[in-house]
């Protein structure tokens, strides 16, 4: 697994969080992913891209800035501050957030199998 690939999936990710593209994200998040919010929450995939096609989940800004990227073996784990604008149903989301994500390799595919975000000060 090469970091260039890493770096241009996270991009791709991230690009179709902000355009809530649920296809995308379908290829991009494993079947089993596990994923821990802020609030401590664990959500599956489907939860996450029910929250995009049900319009619940609208993103204004995402920027991402601080990546740290680690390959091990087939898998990488990335670290990356989110500065993140947006409404999930009524409520406002606004702030800086980090995110830890683990991509594995499936037959030339990075897909999330695990993730995590806490909100920073």
């Not at 989940?57 to 680690?70: C, G, R, V």
């Amino acid at each position: 697994m090469k970091i260039e690939t890493v770096i241009n999936t996270e991009i791709e990710l991230l690009t179709a969080i902000k355009n809530s593209d649920v296809t995308a994200l379908e290829t991009f998040l494993h079947d089993d992913l596990l994923f821990n919010l802020p609030d401590g929450q664990t959500i599956t995939k489907e939860f996450d891209l029910n929250s995009y096609r049900s319009g619940k989940m609208k993103i204004d800004s995402l920027e991402a800035s601080d990546q740290i990227i680690n390959i091990i073996g087939d898998s990488a784990v990335v670290a990356v501050t989110i500065s993140l604008k947006g409404l999930y149903e009524t409520t406002p989301i606004n702030g800086v957030f980090k995110y830890i994500r683990v991509w594995k390799e499936f037959e030339n595919n990075l897909k999330v199998i695990a993730g995590s975000c806490i909100q920073l000060a």
